[in-house]
């Protein structure tokens, strides 16, 4: 029987013990707290470090510590994003799953709202959700905004150009113009790294959504589960996206 030296399985248990940011989508999680970072980048670093990238091939799949093992750190990083990401989107069907068919609910929305209701609006966000088929391809904001978010006011340069699955798209910036309030609501967008960074500013009149699983938590999970971008919400007047640049 092979032996396992005792300095390497002290390795792999200090591993275990020690801070891990895991990627999730085009951010970050610390595993444990559940705390969020992002975009997943180089130039932006979680807080509190020094830390080291992990990678697999190209890829930035997580931060530990420096002098961590890098290989076993980047395959835990990569475990612990891919349980992260499954959990949440679990969460977040079940949760529109409960709240889309209550009847109750249906009754005591307006009849713009009453869509909501309908069990196919159900079907067709799962659908969006799994929209990982279509390859991403370089998509200019502007346009897109055309479809999304036609009344909201604009401050954005003509090359912001994303690379992106068009339908998602255009469908997350279309729940986070609804859950910033619609008409009169602000969005800019300026380069940062090798993201855009888009802010979505509430309108004075904004009000909460009758459902709230169809603001902050649909759109983080289809700007950083499936477009691998991040939704930044610290600020609960402003939703920042950040997507990859086209």
């Given at each position: ?104 609910l249906a009754l005591q929305e307006s009849s ?135």
């Amino acid at each position: 029987m092979k032996r396992v030296s005792p300095s390497r399985e002290a390795r792999q248990t200090v591993d275990l013990l020690q801070p891990l940011w895991a990627r999730v989508g085009g951010g970050m999680v610390e595993v444990g707290s559940g705390r969020r970072h992002g975009p997943a980048d180089p130039a932006f670093p979680p807080p509190g470090g020094p830390w080291a990238e992990l990678r697999s091939g190209p890829l930035l799949v997580g931060w530990a510590p420096p002098g961590a093992p890098a290989r076993q750190a980047a395959r835990r990083a990569q475990e612990e994003g891919e349980r992260i990401a499954a959990e949440r989107r679990s969460w977040l069907l079940g949760r529109l799953g409960h709240k889309l068919r209550s009847s109750v609910l249906a009754l005591q929305e307006s009849s713009r709202q009453a869509a909501f209701g309908r069990r196919e609006l159900l079907e067709q966000l799962y659908d969006q959700a799994q929209d990982v088929g279509r390859p991403p391809r370089a998509v200019v904001v502007g346009a897109v905004l055309n479809l999304a978010a036609a009344g909201a006011q604009r401050d954005l340069p003509g090359d912001a150009v994303v690379r992106a699955s068009e339908p998602v798209l255009v469908e997350a910036l279309t729940r986070a113009y609804e859950w910033m309030g619609g008409p009169g609501s602000v969005i800019t967008a300026r380069a940062e790294a090798g993201w855009w960074r888009l802010a979505v500013a509430a309108t004075a009149g904004r009000r909460p959504l009758p459902v709230s699983e169809l603001g902050e938590p649909l759109v983080r999970h289809l700007v950083d589960a499936v477009l691998r971008g991040w939704l930044d919400a610290a600020d609960p007047a402003v939703a920042v996206i950040y997507l990859p640049a086209g």
